[in-house]
């Protein structure tokens, strides 16, 4: 058993909580179970209210597997803990005291918990041998618990990647349009040279970007930055490149990158070379980008902003030097939606959060519209249960799902593990 299951029973009063007394025999009436606090150091629920034999108590709750607990973990060291108003425990095998010497009124839940929810719990956490704790149940999941849920998660998600994007804004002094570059530049970088294309971008002011209008000059400026052009290449194209890039180093006294683009692996229509020049297309036929994309709510309609593809000699090359069937590289429908996925809503999301006027509705409708992602975790979800996954914004729910909730056991803070917590027997 671990102490999560004590704070799910807690929270939820999912136990027998008209018949608690503390373990001095004092009436218990629990008023408010109070806020659960699962990010700060300190007692497990804030703000409580309850109410011992006549007295109305207003503090923070404590909750262990055993009462000796609180002296193992030292709370009687800690001012944190001086304003615990009750300790909750599974079981009492001591008993505890304030700094007054007074003993801490304690309510004991062993005795309170119906048999079948201790089963319940037992059941869904063997999970020797499982891919997740659920798999056996996941089909039979109620349809609305699991849209309703997935919504949740997929809020939680974008408020992960919001982190990312306040940081971004913050270094911009602001500049949403900067903002949008920078991400755009990650993921037009993939998981490959995300992180590499990303260093580039945030190495690159954007007001120099701002005033470049030849896309051979905005590819010098992108190459050079992510040191694509150090190594000299008998190629023409190459040194035109070359020149126009030391002319922009030496007039904005710009500094590359350190992070290193990689190839290795890659397919050729994944090449940093062939993302950077449809990334230099994009932002030298856009202008204004972030301000467009604010009132485009439609997939069709982003489709028809990104439908941008390489600069000339990227027709015809792959790499430097290496000439190839000329071929059309234009932004993919499969690849803007990586880019709505991962770039534009959770900026989007980002920016109506900053303004207080988050539009839910029109963020799920448009992921709704777009096919979910393809990847093993996907694919094991949709054995699972078969249509689980239909579009991005499942895909994207269960991507957050699995890492966060099933694969480190957090069955009781899942709407699903919960919902199986409160089976009754067949």
Same mark, same amino acid.
């Given at each position: 058993?671990?102490?999560?299951?004590?704070?799910?029973?807690?929270?939820?009063?999912?136990?027998?909580?008209?018949?608690?007394?503390?373990?001095?025999?004092?009436?218990?009436?629990?008023?408010?179970?109070?806020?659960?606090?699962?990010?700060?150091?300190?007692?497990?629920?804030?703000?409580?209210?309850?109410?011992?034999?006549?007295?109305?108590?207003?503090?923070?709750?404590?909750?262990?597997?055993?009462?000796?607990?609180?002296?193992?973990?030292?709370?009687?060291?800690?001012?944190?803990?001086?304003?615990?108003?009750?300790?909750?425990?599974?079981?009492?095998?001591?008993?505890?005291?304030?700094?007054?010497?007074?003993?801490?009124?304690?309510?004991?839940?062993?005795?309170?918990?119906?048999?079948?929810?201790?089963?319940?719990?037992?059941?869904?956490?063997?999970?020797?041998?499982?891919?997740?704790?659920?798999?056996?149940?996941?089909?039979?999941?109620?349809?609305?618990?699991?849209?309703?849920?997935?919504?949740?998660?997929?809020?939680?998600?974008?408020?992960?990647?919001?982190?990312?994007?306040?940081?971004?804004?913050?270094?911009?002094?602001?500049?949403?349009?900067?903002?949008?570059?920078?991400?755009?530049?990650?993921?037009?970088?993939?998981?490959?040279?995300?992180?590499?294309?990303?260093?580039?971008?945030?190495?690159?002011?954007?007001?120099?970007?701002?005033?470049?209008?030849?896309?051979?000059?905005?590819?010098?400026?992108?190459?050079?930055?992510?040191?694509?052009?150090?190594?000299?290449?008998?190629?023409?194209?190459?040194?035109?490149?070359?020149?126009?890039?030391?002319?922009?180093?030496?007039?904005?006294?710009?500094?590359?990158? !350190?992070?290193?683009? /990689?190839?290795?692996?890659?397919?050729?229509?994944?090449?940093?070379?062939?993302?950077?020049?449809?990334?230099?297309?994009?932002?030298? /036929?856009?202008?204004?980008?972030?301000?467009?994309?604010?009132?485009?709510?439609?997939?069709?309609?982003?489709?028809?902003?990104?439908?941008?593809?390489?600069?000339?000699?990227?027709?015809?090359?792959?790499?430097?030097?290496?000439?190839?069937?000329?071929?059309?590289?234009?932004?993919?429908?499969?690849?803007?939606?990586? !880019?709505?996925?991962?770039?534009?809503?959770?900026?989007?999301?980002?920016?109506?959060?900053?303004?207080?006027?988050?539009?839910?509705?029109?963020?799920?409708?448009? !992921?709704?519209?777009?096919?979910?992602?393809?990847?093993?975790?996907?694919?094991?979800?949709? /054995?699972?249960?078969?249509?689980?996954?239909?579009?991005?914004?499942?895909?994207?729910?269960?991507?957050?799902?699995?890492?966060?909730?099933?694969?480190?056991?957090?069955?009781?803070?899942?709407?699903?593990?919960?919902?199986?917590?409160?089976?009754?027997?067949?």
């Amino acid at each position: 058993m671990k102490e999560d299951f004590l704070h799910y029973l807690w929270k939820f009063k999912k136990f027998q909580f008209l018949k608690a007394t503390t373990t001095a025999d004092e009436d218990l009436e629990i008023l408010n179970s109070g806020w659960h606090n699962t990010e700060k150091s300190g007692p497990d629920f804030f703000n409580s209210k309850v109410k011992i034999g006549d007295q109305l108590w207003a503090g923070n709750i404590e909750i262990h597997l055993k009462s000796s607990d609180w002296y193992a973990h030292h709370h009687e060291k800690d001012p944190a803990y001086d304003n615990v108003i009750l300790h909750v425990v599974w079981e009492h095998d001591v008993a505890v005291f304030r700094k007054d010497n007074s003993e801490m009124a304690t309510l004991q839940l062993k005795d309170l918990v119906a048999a079948q929810t201790l089963s319940n719990y037992r059941e869904l956490l063997n999970s020797s041998q499982k891919w997740i704790n659920c798999e056996a149940d996941f089909a039979n999941i109620d349809d609305f618990l699991l849209k309703s849920w997935m919504e949740r998660l997929y809020i939680e998600r974008l408020e992960e990647k919001s982190r990312l994007i306040y940081t971004l804004l913050e270094a911009s002094e602001n500049d949403w349009e900067a903002v949008l570059f920078q991400l755009l530049a990650k993921n037009f970088g993939l998981n490959r040279n995300g992180e590499a294309f990303l260093a580039m971008a945030r190495t690159t002011p954007f007001s120099v970007i701002r005033k470049i209008n030849d896309v051979e000059v905005l590819e010098a400026l992108f190459f050079g930055q992510v040191n694509l052009l150090k190594n000299e290449i008998d190629d023409t194209y190459f040194f035109q490149l070359l020149k126009e890039y030391n002319y922009l180093q030496h007039k904005f006294q710009l500094q590359p990158s !350190l992070e290193e683009v /990689q190839f290795f692996r890659l397919r050729p229509p994944n090449f940093p070379t062939i993302r950077l020049s449809q990334l230099a297309q994009l932002f030298i /036929q856009q202008k204004n980008l972030f301000s467009k994309i604010k009132s485009i709510e439609r997939l069709e309609d982003f489709y028809e902003l990104f439908r941008v593809e390489t600069s000339a000699y990227w027709k015809t090359h792959y790499s430097f030097g290496k000439e190839s069937k000329a071929k059309s590289k234009k932004l993919s429908e499969k690849f803007i939606d990586l !880019l709505i996925v991962n770039t534009i809503v959770p900026l989007k999301f980002a920016y109506q959060k900053s303004l207080g006027k988050l539009e839910v509705e029109s963020i799920f409708n448009l !992921l709704s519209s777009i096919a979910a992602e393809d990847n093993s975790t996907i694919k094991k979800f949709n /054995q699972l249960r078969k249509n689980a996954v239909v579009n991005a914004l499942e895909s994207q729910a269960l991507l957050q799902l699995k890492p966060n909730y099933c694969d480190k056991n957090k069955c009781l803070h899942c709407e699903i593990g919960a919902s199986l917590l409160q089976r009754k027997p067949a």
